[in-house]
């Protein structure tokens, strides 16, 4: 427990404070609002409990409005930094772990980043390590080969490093600790990136400055921004995240102070500080509640956090990007992966010593899919709640000789559906408004071109919602019947679905939204309006997966949604792009080479086959 | 780095950059932290009735 002691300002006390007063008020509204609803026929069992699960939902919604208000009022702090033209003295590793991805692909991002710092006259500080997971032994010398073409394009003898594990303990984890075990005494600082990660050199020694220039600061995370996106979905993902997610990641940050989070990628630690308190241990019992913590990295930046160094996520840091999947049958297999991750956290909750706000970030975690059965209970309930409802009582006044009938009260249940849209609704439309007076949606083609992605953006997720919905739930309840999940490769490459892909992943959607409506028609209809919404995207759940996994990066399509590095590529994507389309024209001379064929097929089908999910032995 | 390192036969090559490429040998402690309570009543519950741990 060597770091410094960790302190937390009023300020971020009060935001705090703020932030669950505000959830808890908009909560006991939306409650009200549905006991006097329910309690027109009178409250049965099921309506109470539906009370509760109204009462849990709609303070989680307004905590996610709480986020966002609060990044819009974010005044930037002061931050301490080198100043420009003094040099770091620390050495920095940048790390990049590799799984099963397809080497030119991650290389080629390598290379760039490498460019880029060389631009800034600084690579004698800066190491890469790529750090090769890899299970495929044909992936594995692909990623050999690529390597010496980058070491020999890059001049990266010594400070170009590969090494591949054979036995994968830990995981993603483990691969970080066995560098930070061998090889953390030789670097002050570590940049830990994920095989899809691109950061500009600018940005990086931003980043070295910064760590430099606090000692206590024991890890810098970046809000990275989604980038290469073909698909309607994942354009659509690619908007939100790049409109949207600075603002609200702004309020994180106003939130939780020197408390911060850890992504687990684009962000530099202190070695020092990670190796001292980040050694994860494994939990007892068997996955998917026991062995390796899954979820590590929101581990590891309380752990930094409990042994007192500062964590902290800077949202100025600009040009730090990732991919993401590009439909969603690979978001939900991801989120399968992040669910079992998150729901292991139950097991952390109450260890020793942590800060009350990394609990805190633990139950949010948790709170993120357990969210989704709830929702779906409330659906469950209020199809069956007239069932339960207690007999009319026409004349509840003993002596009085006229019947009272119950007061209509639908019209609460209107202002409650319209509350909830307007928590998730209404922060997206103010940030395009605050977008307008600070200029920022020319950036996005014009306020107008903003406002239509958005609108866009707000009825995709409402289509897509009840599938997630869906997908979430099984994996919550497949979690906690203790299936494990496994470690796939995350596809962010193609990502086209055929129908019958489609079909086949979610015909269980299909088939529970026909019973949903059948029941509603049969003996349900008061139900038939509110439930459409929701068992019409399930109904039409193949073509909705199908239809968003389609190229949408021509025509009206490329308008939609379309991203700052859309109009003008920053300088290392343009360097990426330019490596990537070199090499594939070297990769493509190499497969018109008799000789290589057979090997280089091989080890693209391997790639294929992982990316898929079905590793070769 | 010679040619037979960019074209080898499978299982050596790994090797050979493992030797080759391989970081700085500068060994750091990574204490394994404590995470668990010596008791977990909550999770011993969940256990018994999932019958799986």
């Known amino acids: ?617 | 780095m010679n040619e037979d390192a960019k074209t080898p036969a499978a299982g050596r090559f790994t090797a050979e950059v493992m030797d080759r490429s391989s970081p700085p040998s500068a060994p750091l402690a990574m204490p394994k932290q404590v995470l668990e309570l010596q008791s977990n009543w909550l999770f011993a519950i969940y256990a018994r009735l999932v019958r799986r741990y």
């Open chain 1, 1 to 617: 427990m060597s770091g410094p002691k960790l302190g937390l300002s009023t300020a971020v006390l009060f935001r705090r404070l703020g932030a669950v007063v505000f959830s808890l008020i908009v909560s006991f509204a939306a409650t009200e609002l549905f006991i006097r609803y329910a309690n027109t026929d009178g409250m049965s069992a099921v309506d109470i409990f539906r009370c509760v699960l109204i009462a849990i939902s709609t303070a989680w919604l307004a905590w996610g409005a709480a986020l966002s208000l609060l990044g819009l009022l974010y005044v930037p702090e002061v931050i301490a930094r080198l100043p420009d033209g003094t040099a770091a003295k620390g050495r920095t590793a940048i790390l990049v772990p590799v799984y099963n991805e397809d080497p030119v692909s991650t290389f080629s991002r390598v290379a760039a980043m490498d460019e880029s710092l060389e631009r800034q006259g600084v690579t004698g500080a800066f190491d890469f390590a790529i750090l090769s997971d890899t299970t495929s032994e044909a992936i594995a010398e692909h990623e050999a080969r690529s390597w010496a073409q980058l070491v020999a394009e890059r001049r990266g003898e010594g400070r170009i490093f590969y090494r591949r594990r054979t036995v994968n303990t830990g995981k993603k984890a483990g691969n970080i600790e066995d560098f930070m075990r061998r090889s953390g005494g030789a670097y002050e600082y570590a940049l830990i990136l994920d095989a899809d990660s691109l950061m500009d050199g600018h940005t990086i020694v931003e980043m070295v400055r910064r760590i430099e220039a606090d000692p206590g600061l024991g890890l810098l995370q970046t809000l990275p921004t989604i980038i290469y996106a073909r698909s309607f979905f994942g354009r659509a993902m690619q908007f939100s995240a790049t409109y949207f997610s600075p603002i609200f990641a702004r309020g994180l940050a106003t939130l939780q102070g020197y408390e911060g989070p850890f992504w687990g990628h684009n962000a530099l630690v202190r070695v020092r500080a990670f190796a001292e308190s980040c050694g994860l241990p494994q939990l007892s019992g068997k996955p998917p509640f026991g062995g390796h913590i899954l979820s590590h990295d929101f581990v590891e930046a309380a752990l930094l956090a409990r042994a007192g160094w500062k964590v902290r996520l800077d949202p100025d840091l600009q040009a730090s990007y990732e991919e993401s999947p590009q439909n969603l049958l690979e978001h939900a297999k991801r989120d399968r992966r992040w669910c079992q991750g998150n729901l292991q956290h139950a097991r952390l909750l109450l260890a020793p010593n942590l800060r009350l706000w990394s609990r805190f970030v633990f139950a949010q975690g948790i709170m993120a899919y357990v969210a989704s059965p709830i929702w779906l209970l409330v659906r469950v309930t209020s199809i069956a709640s007239p069932f339960f409802a207690p007999r009319p009582d026409y004349f509840p006044e003993p002596h009085f000789p006229f019947p009272i009938f119950p007061a209509d009260e639908t019209i609460m249940a209107v202002f409650l559906v319209t509350g909830i849209w307007c928590l998730l609704v209404l922060p997206k439309l103010v940030i395009v408004l605050r977008g307008l007076f600070t200029g920022d949606n020319r950036q996005f083609g014009g306020t107008v071109q903003a406002l239509v992605s958005t609108l866009a953006e707000v009825l995709l997720s409402s289509i897509i919602a009840p599938l997630m919905l869906w997908f979430q739930s099984r994996a919550v309840l497949q979690v906690l019947l203790g299936a494990d999940g496994g470690w796939s490769a995350t596809d962010r490459g193609g990502g086209r679905l055929s129908l019958g892909d489609a079909w086949a992943a979610s015909k269980w959607i299909v088939l529970s939204g026909i019973l949903t409506l059948a029941f509603a028609i049969t003996a349900a209809h008061s139900m038939i309006v509110w439930l459409i919404p929701v068992a019409g995207p399930m109904i039409f759940a193949p073509l909705v997966i199908w239809g968003t996994s389609q190229n949408a990066e021509s025509g009206w399509q490329n308008y939609l949604f379309a991203t700052p590095p859309e109009f003008h590529p920053p300088s290392v994507m343009a360097l990426r792009d330019q490596i990537l389309s070199d090499w594939e024209q070297s990769e493509d001379d190499a497969m018109s080479d008799d000789d290589a064929i057979p090997a280089e097929l091989a080890a693209r089908h391997q790639v294929q086959l992982a990316s898929t999910g079905t590793v070769a032995p």
